[in-house]
DNA sequence: CGCCTGTGATTGAATGACCAACCAGTTTTG
DNA sequence: CAAAACTGGTTGGTCATTCAATCACAGGCG
C-alpha cells in the first residue's frame, strides 16, 4: 500500500496548495488533507520542496495540450489550451505560484526551469512543421516559439489574476498573430548592443 | 525626517524582497537592511502586506515603457522593454513573484490586479491608434492587447526563470507578429460555449 | 498450526528556530 | 512641552524536521 499512500499525499499536497498557496500551506495541513500523520510525509518526501517538485510534475500532466502536428496541431492546442483555461484553474493557479517560489529555491527552480524549456521546445517543433508547410525559413522557429510560449503563460498569469480578464479572445488574437503574420518581411531579429 | 526614512524602508525592502523573496524575508531583514529597529517598520506600514504593496508600486515606476504614441510608440516601447530586460532583473523578480503571492493574498491580489489591468489599457489604446493609423477595424484592439501584453509578461517569466532564455529575439518576434500582421483575415474572435 | 521475528509503514510528540505584530518606554523635533 | 519618530524586547503562535515508539504483516521455524 506504500505506492498508494505516496500518491495520496501528493494529491493532497495539489488540493491544499493550490486552494492555501504555497507560504499559507504546512506539512500539518498537507497531512491532515490526506488523513496521514504528519511524520509520514517526511517519511515519503524528505523535505517541503521535494514534495513540491513532486506536485509540480503531477502538475504539468494535467495541462498537456498537444494532440496533432503541424498547423491543425497548432490550432488544436489553442484550443486545448481555451479549454484548460477554463476546466483547470487549480492547475494553473499552483503553477504561476511555483514560478515565482522557483526564483528562490534552487530544486523548485530546476523543476520549473526544465518544464519550461520543454514546452517551448515543443512549440518550436511545432512552429517548425509550419514554417515547412508553407516552405518558408525555418529560421525564426525559436524566436516565434520564445513570443508563443510567453503569450500562453501571459496570458494564464492574466486569467489567473483577473478572472473577468476575456481570456479567449486573446488566444484568438494570439493564435491569429501567430498563424497569420508568419513574419512575412523579415524585420526584427537583430540585436542591438 | 518621516517621508524619508519610509522611503528608506520601501528601498530596503525591495533590495531584501528581490534579493531572498517574498516567503524568505522577515520584517527583521528588511529593518537591518534599512539601519532601523523592527518596530519602526510596523510604525509605519500596518502590516507586511502593506509594506509589500508600497514596493510593488514602487516597482512598477521602474519598469514604465511607454515613451511616444502610435506605431512609433509600440516600436519604442518593446525597445524600451528589451533594455529593461537586461538593466532590471530585480524589479521584475520581484514582479513575477508578487503575482505568484497575490493570487492567495487579497490586498496583494488587488494591486497586482490594478497594475496589469492598467498596463493592459496602455497597450490597447497604443493598438487603437496603430489600428487607426492603418485605417483598420479598431475592434480587434482589447483582443490584441491581451495577447501583446501577456507576451511581455511570458517573456519577463521566462528571462527571469532561465537566464539563458533569448529574450530579444523573442520580443523581436513578437512585436513583428503584433506589429505586421494585424490580423488580415478576421479569423478567431468566436466565442464558444 | 501457533509462535517468533524482522521490516517497512505509520504515529504523534518533541525540538529548535523563526516570525508578525504589539507595546511600553525613550529620544528627537518643532 | 507635546507630538512625532524611534527603539528593542515580548508575546503568542507557527513551522519543518526529527525521532523513539507502535503497528501490520510477511515468512521461517518448531
Request: aromatic share 6%; charged share 25%; hydrophobic share 45%.
Amino acid at each position: 500500500m506504500s505506492g498508494d499512500t505516496r500518491e495520496k499525499i501528493i494529491k493532497s499536497a495539489f488540493t491544499v496548495l493550490s486552494r492555501q498557496g504555497y507560504e499559507n500551506t504546512s506539512i500539518k495541513d498537507i497531512a491532515e488533507e490526506a488523513g496521514v500523520a504528519q511524520g509520514l510525509v517526511h517519511y515519503y518526501f524528505k523535505s517541503k520542496q521535494q514534495l513540491v517538485i513532486a506536485v509540480l510534475f503531477d502538475v504539468c500532466k494535467k495541462m498537456d495540450v498537444y494532440t496533432a502536428e503541424g498547423e491543425a496541431g497548432a490550432t488544436a492546442a489553442f484550443e486545448n489550451f481555451k479549454v484548460l483555461l477554463r476546466t483547470r484553474p487549480d492547475a494553473h493557479t499552483l503553477y504561476i505560484q511555483l514560478i515565482g517560489v522557483g526564483l528562490h529555491d534552487k530544486e523548485i527552480g530546476a523543476g520549473i526551469r526544465e518544464n519550461i524549456t520543454q514546452e517551448r521546445g515543443r512549440v518550436e517543433s511545432l512552429a517548425r512543421q509550419i514554417l515547412a508547410q508553407r516552405e518558408a525559413d525555418p529560421a525564426p522557429a525559436r524566436a516565434i516559439a520564445g513570443a508563443v510560449w510567453a503569450g500562453v503563460i501571459g496570458i494564464m498569469v492574466q486569467k489567473m489574476v483577473d478572472p473577468e480578464f476575456n481570456a479567449d479572445e486573446a488566444v484568438d488574437a494570439l493564435a491569429a498573430m501567430s498563424l497569420s503574420a508568419v513574419y512575412s518581411t523579415n524585420q526584427g531579429a537583430q540585436a542591438p548592443a
